[in-house]
């Protein structure tokens, strides 16, 4: 609504200067928000690297272990695992000799 009157004119005028203001403030915060949520995007981008990364090294090792284990052979690893069991068997009952030569001549 413009006016002749000098005096409302002037104030039509700050007050569209006042609105001209605050959206401004608006507009500035909200670039300052964009750009601080750019800046965490790439600190999160960094670290999702790091964690791909890591997975990739995790992949690789598994890979290579599963490998390792189809070359030996699930009946190669069950023959190894009797041996040992058989070898801590043998070392028990050493164990249980040695304490009771001991206990019977402990008088």
Same mark, same amino acid.
């Given at each position: 609504?413009?006016?002749?009157?000098?005096?409302e004119?002037?104030l039509?005028?700050?007050?569209q200067a006042?609105? /001209?203001?605050?959206?401004?403030a608006?507009?500035r915060?909200?670039? @300052?928000s964009y *750009?601080? =949520? $750019?800046?965490? /995007?790439?600190?999160?981008?960094?670290?999702?690297?790091i964690?791909? @990364?890591?997975? *990739?090294a =995790? $992949?690789?090792?598994?890979?290579?272990t599963?490998?390792?284990?189809?070359e030996?052979?699930?009946?190669e690893?069950l023959?190894?695992l009797?041996?040992?069991?058989t070898?801590?068997?043998e070392i028990?009952q050493?164990?249980?000799?040695?304490?009771?030569?001991?206990?019977l001549t402990?008088?």
């Open positions: 609504m413009t006016t002749n009157d000098p005096h004119r002037f039509e005028l700050e007050e006042n609105q /001209l203001v605050d959206s401004l608006k507009l915060a909200e670039a @300052e *750009q601080t =949520a $750019t800046g965490h /995007l790439g600190e999160v981008s960094g670290q999702i690297q964690t791909l @990364e890591g997975i *990739q =995790a $992949t690789i090792a598994i890979t290579e599963a490998q390792k284990l189809n030996i052979g699930t009946p690893i023959s190894r009797s041996s040992v069991e070898k801590l068997q028990d050493q164990s249980k000799r040695s304490i009771l030569a001991r206990l402990f008088n």
